[in-house]
């Protein structure tokens, strides 16, 4: 069965730091794309990362980058220089095989305190 | 261009009524989908659909959840007979295709049911 395991429910960090979230995953597939959605309180589910696994290279968008482990399963994100507006809900999510929709992990909520 | 559109943004339903939910996907998306999202969890898959048809409707909980999309564009998700545990936000989500293109979603609609 496809998990995504994401085992750290909260997190905080301070304006401008660095912060890490981590994500897990069981998938029997070799080439599928991996995602990072971010949940905001306004609810909307915002796309704010992805990464091919078939590429080694780690997918980076301004702020945000992930450290893709393909052998280890790990697909983490990075914030740097945190922001007051990156406090939200933050979703891991692959799809279970080729065709099938995204599973989402549980979640982690990151506070970012002034 | 306009967003995934959900209406209503919430609705108010007593145990054992009927009630519809719509979405209306960018156009030109293909792939339709709906997620189920309860408090402090992430989104459950519920049912996809390519075009008009339900590619995969394995997340259904049961017979008393129906969804159609009957022209490939706007979807109606139908749950008959409401109960308590039916209270989620539902939310919708569209893309040009599965796998490597990420899914837009929208902004849900929170159901209650009393």
């Known amino acids: 069965a496809q998990t995504v395991t994401q085992s750290q429910p909260e997190m905080s960090v301070q304006e401008a730091e660095t912060v890490t979230l981590s994500c897990t995953y069981d998938?029997?597939?070799?080439?599928?794309?991996l995602f990072w959605y971010k949940q905001p309180p306004s609810r909307q589910m915002i796309l704010v990362i992805r990464q091919e696994a078939y590429k080694q290279q780690n997918a980076t968008e301004n702020r945000f980058s992930v450290n893709f482990q393909k052998a280890a399963k790990s697909f983490s994100l990075k914030i740097s220089d945190s922001q007051l507006g990156d406090t939200a809900m933050y979703f891991c999510?692959?799809?279970?095989?080729?065709?099938?929709?995204?599973?989402f992990g549980k979640g982690t909520r990151l506070s970012v305190i002034a | 261009g306009a967003g995934v559109s959900q209406t209503p943004s919430n609705k108010v339903t007593e145990k054992g009524k009927y009630v519809e939910l719509r979405c209306d996907p960018i156009s030109g998306h293909t792939a339709l989908y709906w997620y189920r999202q309860s408090l402090g969890q992430g989104p459950e898959f519920l049912i996809y659909?390519?075009?008009?048809?339900?590619?995969?409707d394995s997340g259904l909980p049961n017979d008393r959840f129906f969804a159609v999309r009957p022209e490939g564009s706007v979807s109606t998700l139908k749950i008959q007979r409401t109960e308590r545990g039916d209270s989620a936000v539902y939310l919708c989500?569209?893309?040009?295709?599965?796998?490597?293109?990420?899914?837009?979603f929208g902004n849900g609609t929170r159901l209650t049911v009393t």
């Open positions: 999510a692959l799809p279970i095989s080729g065709n099938t929709p995204l599973v």
């Open positions: 659909f390519q075009g008009t048809g339900a590619a995969d």
């Open positions: 998938t029997s597939e070799n080439n599928y794309y």
């Open positions: 989500a569209s893309s040009l295709g599965q796998g490597r293109s990420p899914l837009h």
